[in-house]
Nanobody, 127 residues
Framework: QVQLEEAGGGLVQSGGSQVLSCAASGHTASISTIGWFRQGPGKEREFVAAISRKEDRVKYADTVKDRFTISRDNALVNALNTVYLQMNRLKPRDTTVYYC????????????????WGQGTQVTVSS
């Protein structure tokens, strides 16, 4: 079992930047990909970005690919213990709860692919 803990949410002004981090613990050796989803009240889960352990495969949602960057800790080759989401040029519509997710498979934009979910961290972008 893999546990995921997000950090770094909070209030930021429109146009500003924020970094989210996701720390994975437990049986992390079995995880191939860590990513981020977001979900607002009454809305469907929305894929944001994901990164793989090997070859640094990354996948972004079209709505964020020119503003957000996902990366992983590189202290060890193929490490996947901590993943970061650098969010730039934030917009009010980016306001929601961001969830860290993990899967045994390659990066995917399908929520069903992910077996572990964090508790979420709130990001609020003021206009």
């Amino acid at each position: 079992q893999v546990q995921l803990e997000e950090a770094g949410g909070g209030l930021v002004q429109s146009g500003g930047s924020q970094v989210l981090s996701c720390a994975a613990s437990g049986h992390t050796a079995s995880i191939s990909t860590i990513g981020w989803f977001r979900q607002g009240p009454g809305k469907e889960r929305e894929f944001v970005a994901a990164i793989s352990r090997k070859e640094d495969r990354v996948k972004y949602a079209d709505t964020v690919k020119d503003r957000f960057t996902i990366s992983r800790d590189n202290a060890l080759v193929n490490a996947l213990n901590t993943v970061y989401l650098q969010m730039n040029r934030l917009k009010p519509r980016d306001t929601t709860v961001y969830y860290c997710v993990a899967t045994f498979f390659k990066p995917s934009d399908s929520a069903d692919s992910y077996v572990s979910w964090g508790q979420g961290t709130q990001v609020t972008v003021s206009s």
